[in-house]
């Protein structure tokens, strides 16, 4: 079955071209080259191929009969699954025009036929690398909790986003899957250049600017990490919630749950009347609680308090 290959031992290559000349070429020089090859000679069939076996990399013809190349490539941009797949266009046609199109289309690249085996198998080996290490990058994000996407800047569309990115990003919004929201969009539209020319200048921040949504009492940030092409930038989300916040503080200072529920709304700026409020007790109790509070944190006043929580618990940082 397909979507049994054995991605540990090769890397899978889908060429897809309607001249079989073309097709046995490349498969020959692929397949001496230690790659497991998949072929599909028209846009229907790729897409199929696709859909099942999710190859490292796609060599695609731009002009074939039916669904020409281009609009393959949009298809596969368009599903969730498929994506994030690099497309290494071939076409017989140089002219901007069709160079062009091949890049709005999604495509990585492009090879100018008649085909040179060795110039594709050194593209293929480029991209294949760059493609590796950006989903060794996601897998570790989304392990320790970090969910990760690829938007691009200038129109706001999600080019890839982890599992638990899709999962965050369908409880949090109620727009397309490869759609950013209008609010985070604009945002990015004024704070991705702003980082792009620190990075240049060599002042990147230690914290990078960050984007925060609420539902309820859980929240969402959105970190700006790295630029991964010339419009496009990878954001690491991550998800907190008023609980988890105070459970942390529990577990970092020995507070008891009452404790560690007032010291959080001292970092959240409460008054004492205030947080007597939210808790139901009265201010006189309140305090009595912060003596305890500032004693197992060795400090005094209410600011100290704050600020050795925010620096010890990292789930303050954001907020």
Request: proline share 5%; hydrophobic share 45%; no cysteine.
């Amino acid at each position: 079955m397909l979507e049994r290959l054995d991605r540990s031992r090769t890397d899978v290559v889908l060429i897809v071209d309607d001249v079989p000349d073309n097709l046995s070429l490349l498969h020959d020089a692929l397949d001496e080259a230690g790659y497991t090859v998949l072929v599909a000679t028209h846009g229907e069939a790729a897409l199929q191929r696709a859909t099942q076996a999710v190859p490292d990399i796609v060599l695609l013809d731009a002009i074939m009969p039916g669904m020409d190349g281009f609009e393959v490539a949009r298809r596969l941009k368009a599903q969730p699954e498929t994506t994030h797949i690099p497309i290494v266009f071939m076409t017989g046609l140089s002219e901007t025009e069709h160079v062009v199109a091949a890049f709005q289309a999604g495509g990585v690249d492009y090879v100018v036929k008649p085909i040179r085996p060795r110039e594709v198998l050194a593209r293929i080996e480029a991209h294949m690398h760059s493609a590796r290490q950006a989903r060794q990058a996601r897998n570790a994000l989304d392990a320790f909790g970090h969910a990760s996407m690829t938007v691009r800047i200038s129109d706001g569309r999600i080019l890839w986003q982890t599992p638990l990115a899709r999962k965050l990003m369908q409880t949090f919004f109620d727009v397309p899957e490869t759609a950013a929201p209008a609010e985070l969009a604009d945002w990015l539209m004024v704070h991705a250049p702003r980082m792009a020319q620190a990075i240049a200048q060599g002042q990147a921040p230690a914290v990078p600017p960050a984007w925060v949504v609420n539902l309820g009492n859980r929240r969402l940030s959105f970190a700006l990490h790295q630029p991964t092409g010339d419009d496009e930038w990878l954001l690491v989300m991550q998800e907190s919630s008023d609980q988890a916040a105070m459970e942390a503080l529990s577990l970092e200072f020995k507070l008891t749950t009452r404790e560690a529920e007032v010291l959080y709304w001292v970092v959240k700026g409460k008054t004492n009347r205030d947080i007597g409020d939210i808790l139901g007790s009265s201010p006189a109790t309140v305090k009595k609680q912060l003596e305890h509070i500032f004693a197992k944190l060795g400090v005094e006043t209410r600011t100290a308090a704050a600020g050795l929580a925010m620096s010890r618990v990292a789930l303050l940082k954001a907020r």
